[in-house]
């Protein structure tokens, strides 16, 4: 069986690294010939985290060789399509693009919000379908989480299969335990998601004060955290799972709003596979992940942030407790291999 990954982002982009790039050694492992296609290559994604303009012919070139990738294949060739092919471009030009082929939509994240709550309402008019459509056309979409899956069940398409973001469970063996005291907060994400450290920045700086709590922020640039004082680590690839064995708790703070319900929870599962204790907003993929309630810690307000922050600082042993409960989650659920075996045999059932 042969496939082309059409990714949005090369590695860089924390979605197409995860749920394209990662996967394709094993899918090809298990007899699944894959070719990748990236729409934004690397330095795109460094401009965008730098908050650096890129320049429009560049992104005119990269559309041309997505176009010039797809025309260039067999008719009836399957693609597996992460999210869209180009975007901000209408429906109808995606399907004249893809011509027939069977494709598999990817979706970790409510990408269709990005159209259908476009501050411009001609984006709304125009694109605010878009993603719906081309979920209805797939001949499967891969939801990320349930949000994700309950629209393209409302938008129609033929099948659904919630295949979570994965990692390589093996990978974060052999990290220190998270008995530290004091304890250090960890948060890992990309830096246009920092501001969801802000409404707790009250809670935090108490907690250094009274507990010495400290908190450290992995990231692709340096947050301003309204004067709490914190320790900052630049993010990479190679040192990622090191960064997050230097956190004893993991937050993932989230306000209830449509895009943030349509997140996949993939820090979560970072956690839990380094074996942290875990709090997080119980806002879309979050409450499912933490069920559980030996896996993590569920908090709405900023009180119930403060005293579930405190409570784990204060006990080594339930955070060792918790960490060992959601590592052997994370083996059973979030396995990269598991995803690759599934699908694998989606594919094969195109």
């Avoid at 890992?188 to 004060?209: E, H, S």
């Avoid at 680590?233 to 349509?262: C, K, Q, V, Y």
Wanted: charged share 20%; with cysteine.
């Amino acid at each position: 069986m042969k496939i082309t990954l059409l990714a949005r982002y090369g590695r860089l982009g924390a979605s197409s690294r995860l749920r394209c790039h990662d996967l394709v050694p094993l899918l090809e492992s298990r007899g699944v010939a894959c070719r990748t296609q990236v729409l934004f290559p690397d330095s795109y994604v460094e401009a965008l985290y730098q908050g650096r303009r890129y320049g429009a012919a560049k992104v005119t070139g990269h559309y041309a060789d997505r176009w010039q990738a797809l025309r260039q294949l067999p008719a009836k060739a399957p693609v597996l399509l992460q999210v869209e092919a180009l975007p901000f471009l209408p429906y109808t030009v995606e399907r004249r693009l893809l011509d027939g082929r069977p494709y598999l939509l990817d979706c970790d994240d409510a990408w269709f919000h990005r159209y259908d709550q476009h501050h411009n309402p001609l984006v709304r008019g125009l694109l605010g379908r878009k993603i719906d459509r081309l979920m209805a056309g797939s001949a499967c979409v891969l939801a990320g989480n349930h949000y994700v899956a309950e629209r393209a069940r409302a938008s129609g398409a033929a099948s659904v299969e919630i295949l979570p973001t994965t990692l390589d469970v093996g990978a974060y063996d052999n990290l220190p335990p998270p008995d530290r005291t004091p304890a250090t907060v960890g948060w890992i994400g990309a830096p246009q998601n920092c501001a969801y450290l802000t409404p707790l920045v009250p809670a935090l700086k108490t907690l250094q004060a009274k507990e010495g709590l400290r908190l450290r922020v992995v990231s692709a640039s340096k947050p301003d955290l309204g004067g709490l004082d914190f320790d900052f680590e630049p993010w990479n690839e190679t040192t990622e799972i090191a960064s997050i064995g230097r956190f004893d708790i993991g937050i993932m703070p989230l306000p209830d709003s449509p895009w943030e319900r349509g997140k996949s929870g993939f820090k979560l599962v970072q956690y839990m596979a380094a074996g942290r204790a875990a709090i997080a907003s119980p806002v879309g993929e979050n409450r499912s992940i933490l069920a559980d309630p030996s896996l993590g810690i569920l908090a709405s307000s900023p009180a119930e942030w403060k005293t579930a922050l405190a409570a784990l600082a204060q006990s080594a042993e339930w955070r060792l407790a918790m960490g060992r409960a959601a590592r052997t989650k994370a083996r059973a659920t979030y396995d990269r291999s598991l995803a690759a075996d599934r699908l694998a045999t989606i594919i094969g059932a195109l």
